[in-house]
C-alpha cells in the first residue's frame, strides 16, 4: 500500500501559485478549474499522494454553511453591488448569506459581528465600516480580533489581526490613472472633491493627489483639496462656492459618484456645461457613471472579481483554518472607463 505523504494543501497550493479551494476543487473532481491548471494540480496530487486529513474533512459535517456579511450602506451602489456578487457566490457554492446594515454606526457593527458570531456563521466579510479606517477604534480592533479566533474575518480594509484577510483596490494607481489622463488632455488647474480624513479609500487617494500634483509641478493654488465627505448636499455647496471664486478648475476629480451627483448639481445651476467648460471625472463606475448626462469617466471597481475573492477568500479561509497566513491582502486591480465628461486642450 502507498504510504500518505507528509504534504497539506498549503503545499500544493503554494507550488502550483493557485489557492487552496482550487487544489480542493480538482482533488473532488469539481468543475471550474482550466485545463492546464487540473493537470498541473493532479500533477501534485499524485507526486505527493495527497490525502486530506479524514478528521479535518469529518469537522466539515458540523458546518452552518452560513456566511454573514456586515455592509455600512446597502443604499450605496458600490456596496450595493459588491454584496449582490458574493450572495450570488455564496449560493452557488451552498452557502447562505444572513447580511445586516450599520448606517456606518461602529456601535451597530460591532453588535452585529458579535451577532454572526453566535450564530455559528463559518466567516464574517465586512463591507466598508470602521475596517476600512486608517486608525481603528481600539474597542473594535479587540471586538474583531476575539471573534476572528474562532470565525474567520474578511474585510476591505487593512486590517493587522490573526485571522483576517483582507481585499482590497489600490486606491493610489486608480488616482495615478485619472490624473495622466487628464494631464495627457492639457489640465492645469485641479479639484479633488469629497471623502473623509481617516478613510484608508480616501487618503490613499489623497497622498497620490499631492504625489502626482507635485510630480507635474502643478502649484498649489492650481491643485485644490476639499475633503466635504460622502454627501451630494454638501458636495453641492462646496462646488458652488468653489465655482463662484476668480479662477476655476479645469477638472473636478470626485471621490464617488454620490458627491458627483451634487457636484454636477452645481455645475449646471452655475449655468456651466460638462465638459466644454468644466470636465468632471470619479470612482466607482456603477450604474450611476453610465446614467448620468454627460456620461461619466471613471476608474472603478472590477465588481465581478471583487466579489469574487471577497467569498472565496472566505471560503478558502472556512476550509483552511491558516488561509490567512497565505493571503494575508489581495489587491484587485481597478478598471477605467472613458466616456463623456473630459475636454481636451490638445
Known amino acids: 500500500m502507498t504510504k500518505k505523504s507528509n504534504a497539506t ?5 503554494r507550488e502550483a501559485n493557485v489557492s487552496p479551494s482550487m487544489v480542493s476543487r480538482v482533488y473532488n473532481q469539481k468543475p471550474g ?7 498541473l494540480i493532479e500533477g501534485l496530487l499524485e507526486k505527493y499522494n495527497y490525502v486530506p486529513d479524514e478528521f479535518a474533512r469529518s469537522l466539515k459535517k458540523q458546518r452552518t454553511k452560513c456566511i454573514g456579511i456586515i455592509v455600512s450602506d446597502v443604499c450605496n451602489p458600490f456596496f450595493a453591488r459588491i ?14 448569506v444572513f447580511s445586516y446594515e450599520t448606517h456606518d454606526v461602529p456601535e451597530i457593527e460591532m453588535k452585529f459581528l458579535n451577532l454572526l458570531a453566535e450564530q455559528k456563521m463559518e ?15 481600539e474597542e473594535y480592533y479587540n471586538c474583531v480580533k476575539r471573534i476572528a479566533k474562532s470565525t474567520p474575518v474578511i474585510t476591505m480594509g487593512c486590517m493587522e489581526c490573526e485571522n483576517v484577510c483582507n481585499v482590497i483596490t489600490d486606491e493610489g494607481r486608480a488616482m495615478r490613472t485619472l490624473i495622466e489622463y487628464l494631464i495627457g488632455l492639457g489640465h492645469k488647474n485641479f479639484l479633488f472633491l469629497g471623502g473623509l ?8 487617494k489623497a497622498e497620490q493627489f499631492s504625489v502626482m500634483m507635485r ?3 502643478i502649484p498649489e493654488e492650481k491643485s485644490m483639496i476639499n475633503t466635504c465627505g460622502y454627501e451630494k448636499e454638501r458636495a453641492y455647496q462646496e462646488m458652488r462656492r468653489i465655482l463662484r471664486e476668480e479662477e476655476r478648475p479645469t477638472a473636478v476629480i470626485v471621490v464617488n459618484e454620490i458627491v458627483a451627483i451634487g457636484a454636477i448639481r452645481a455645475i449646471k445651476e452655475m449655468h456651466l456645461n460638462i465638459p466644454e467648460d468644466i470636465s468632471i471625472v ?11 448626462t454627460p456620461r461619466l469617466t471613471t476608474v472603478g471597481c472590477n465588481y465581478e472579481k471583487f466579489a469574487q475573492r471577497l467569498t472565496y477568500t472566505a471560503l478558502d479561509a472556512i ?12 489587491i484587485i486591480e481597478s478598471v477605467f472607463v472613458i466616456r463623456d465628461s473630459v475636454k481636451s486642450y490638445n
Open 9 to 13: 494543501i498549503y503545499d500544493i497550493a
Open 215 to 217: 510630480r507635474y509641478g
Open 282 to 292: 470619479c470612482f466607482d463606475n456603477s450604474f450611476i457613471s453610465e446614467s448620468i
Open 319 to 330: 476550509n483552511e483554518p491558516d488561509y490567512y497566513l497565505i493571503k494575508k491582502t489581495e
Open 123 to 137: 466567516a464574517i466579510i465586512l463591507l466598508g465600516g470602521e475596517s476600512g479606517w486608517v486608525r481603528i477604534d
Open 197 to 204: 480624513l481617516n478613510s484608508r479609500s480616501y487618503e490613499d
Open 33 to 39: 478549474v482550466s485545463r492546464a491548471k487540473r493537470e
Open 83 to 96: 454584496l449582490y456578487g458574493c450572495n450570488q457566490i455564496a449560493e452557488k457554492n451552498g452557502y447562505l
